[in-house]
């Protein structure tokens, strides 16, 4: 396999699908070509990071780099960083080791849900098995790390905070919630740590590593970790997408390998004899997956989870988190930042794919 050549400035924006959206406004056009300039720069560092000299290593820990993303945690902290400094090398180092943690946790994200697509690919374990595809994972968190040194003692406590909350967020999805426990607010405080974390400290690095005001830390920290809610509940509503060309991702994926999402638990409440029949079906065709039965036993289920109620309920609670999100940037000043980050929080509670 050889390295792919990285995309450049307005072809890097456009797969990304994002810097267009939160760059629209007439403030924004000397910030989108900070933020895009910055993100090639991070796109040649992750290819130069990924290398390694191990020729199995290198093909298996390049893999889902090069099937592509959108790139989402750097963008936002390269966005952050033009409340300081703008993008110092701290930050690229900042940004770089996020979407590199990011990428760890999709190769055992994958294992632990027997995923076979992701990104539109076989995923890692798929190809390798599981045992390769778990030792990239850690070898892609020890490059992390690494670059995280570069930037000083607080790089380091924000890069371990962070990853303790992602196991965190794993071992509790993993468990379930305990019978005393709401199964919805355990869902929550799941999506908090899994993924709400890591696009929180990108929101933190790009203000900590470009000297910005302090006080612009904690407002932005929460405005990441409710942005990151918002993007993982859209994304509970994208895995019932009958269109897998789309997602990148079997549709149901998360369902079929027994993995609550927020639709399913909604429809839980539900008492109605519909739902309650659908959810019992929902639950036996689980039961025989897990059993050996072939997955495609669900796609009648799931394609009518995906019509019902509990889905638009999903959607709006999508939204109610991004507006939380929004509310949270009250201290940050007004001007293009904010309104990039406004839009940050829109984007990711309002798109396709």
């Known amino acids: 396999m050889t390295s792919s050549r990285p995309a450049q400035g307005p072809r890097l924006a456009s797969r990304l699908g994002l810097t267009e959206r939160i760059f629209a406004g007439p403030r924004s056009r000397r910030l989108l070509r900070a933020v895009e300039d910055g993100l090639v720069v991070v796109e040649e560092g992750l ?40 993008t110092t090398e701290a930050v690229l180092n900042g940004a770089m080791a996020l979407e590199l943690t990011h990428l760890g946790s999709l190769y055992h994200d994958d294992v632990m849900d027997s995923a076979d697509v992701r990104r539109g690919v076989p995923s890692a374990q798929a190809v390798w098995g599981n045992n390769v595809a778990i030792l990239t994972g850690d070898l892609l968190f020890s490059r992390a790390s690494q670059l995280m040194t570069r930037n000083g003692a607080r790089a380091i406590q924000l890069q371990a905070d962070t990853f303790e909350r992602l196991v965190l967020g794993q071992l509790h999805e993993t ?70 060309d789309e997602t990148g991702k079997v549709p149901g994926t998360d369902l079929r390998a027994g993995v609550p999402t927020m639709p399913y638990l909604l429809l839980g409440q539900r008492t109605d004899a519909a739902s309650v029949d659908l959810r019992a079906r929902i639950d036996d065709g689980v039961a025989q997956i897990a059993a050996g039965a072939a997955p495609a036993i669900l796609d009648g289920p799931l394609g009518e989870l995906r019509d019902h109620d509990a889905t638009d309920e999903t959607l709006r609670l999508a939204r109610e988190w991004a507006d939380q999100a929004i ?19 829109e984007v990711v509670a309002d798109r396709s794919s």
Do not use: C, M, W
């Open 47 to 86: 290819a130069r990071e990924l290398h390694v000299a191990d020729s199995l290593a290198d093909a298996t820990s390049r893999y889902l780099f090069e099937a592509g993303g959108k790139r989402i945690r750097p963008t936002l902290a390269l966005l952050t960083a033009q409340l300081g400094d703008g």
């Open 175 to 244: 468990v379930g919630p305990a019978e005393t426990d709401d199964p919805i607010a355990f869902y929550l405080k799941v999506l908090s740590d899994k993924t709400g974390s890591l696009i929180a400290a990108a929101a933190q690095a790009g203000v900590i590593f470009s000297n910005a005001p302090a006080e612009y830390e904690e407002p932005l920290h929460v405005f990441g970790e409710r942005a990151g809610v918002a993007f993982q509940l859209l994304d509970d509503v994208i895995d019932l997408s009958s269109d897998a």
């Open 327 to 345: 509310a949270a940037l009250a201290p940050v000043p007004d001007g293009p930042v904010r309104e990039g980050l406004t839009r940050f929080a």
